[in-house]
């Protein structure tokens, strides 16, 4: 069900007691969906939060449980606290054999690390662990790391980087409706009219051949595309 859940609760207490404000409120949740914690997600998360705190309490050097935990914070929205553990397993790795820096496993609590500090506004901290991480491993998250750091990028107005990791990217992951849309943005922001438009008709390509769960979940970016000349 994911947000929809938000809604149709709301919808269903504003036919029950025939109060028009309930559906106020499921506006409200569709204007805040970025900020609040998918329902599905959030009552799974907790009980995962619990379990793997639970680990960490019994072994503090539990890097995988501590990674694992970090990534439950980012379901839920709390880059701050993901941030917290994912130093703390950094500095465990510096004084492991086990999980040396350097290491894929370094890569990846750099990657989380890139993503956490991104989502809570440390623009020039993420890129820094974005960069480690695919430094030490290029292909680790088939390519997120360039996205998420594209992202960084634009709200720095750095849009040549952006542009560049929207490539390297796109070296990695051909099958994304959302990564030609961005880069399209981008190269408008540049003054590149005729790569937006190429990038516009590569999203529309790129639908034609995703099969139907990829669809699902790539629509919106669908009719971005279909109205990008709009903006073009």
């Known amino acids: ?121 440390e623009l020039e901290g993420a890129l820094d662990a974005l960069v480690a991480a695919v430094t030490i491993a290029p292909d680790i998250g088939r390519g997120d790391p360039y996205m998420i750091a594209a992202n960084v990028l634009v709200r720095l107005g750095r849009w040549e980087e952006a542009e560049d990791a929207l490539d390297r990217y796109i070296d990695q992951n051909q099958s994304s409706i959302a990564v030609y849309v961005r880069l399209a943005r981008v190269r408008k922001k540049r003054k590149d009219e005729a790569g937006a438009k190429e990038a516009i008709a590569n999203a529309k390509t790129t639908w034609n051949v995703l099969p139907s769960f990829k669809r699902r979940h790539e629509w919106n970016w669908y009719l971005a595309a279909l109205f990008a000349f709009l903006w073009l």
């Open 1 to 121: 069900m994911g947000y929809f859940t938000y809604y149709l609760m709301s919808f269903a207490l504003a036919y029950a007691v025939q109060n028009p404000a309930a559906a106020a409120l499921a506006l409200v949740f569709w204007l805040c969906r970025g900020f609040l914690p998918d329902p599905v997600v959030l009552f799974r998360a907790l009980g995962r939060a619990h379990k793997l705190n639970g680990q960490l309490q019994l072994n503090p050097s539990n890097l995988v449980a501590c990674r694992d935990l970090a990534r439950v914070y980012l379901d839920l929205k709390r880059p701050r606290k993901a941030i917290a553990l994912l130093e703390k397993a950094r500095e465990r790795m510096a004084e492991s054999r086990r999980h040396p820096q350097g290491s894929r496993d370094d890569a990846e609590i750099l990657y989380l690390l890139g993503l956490a500090r991104a989502q809570a506004g």
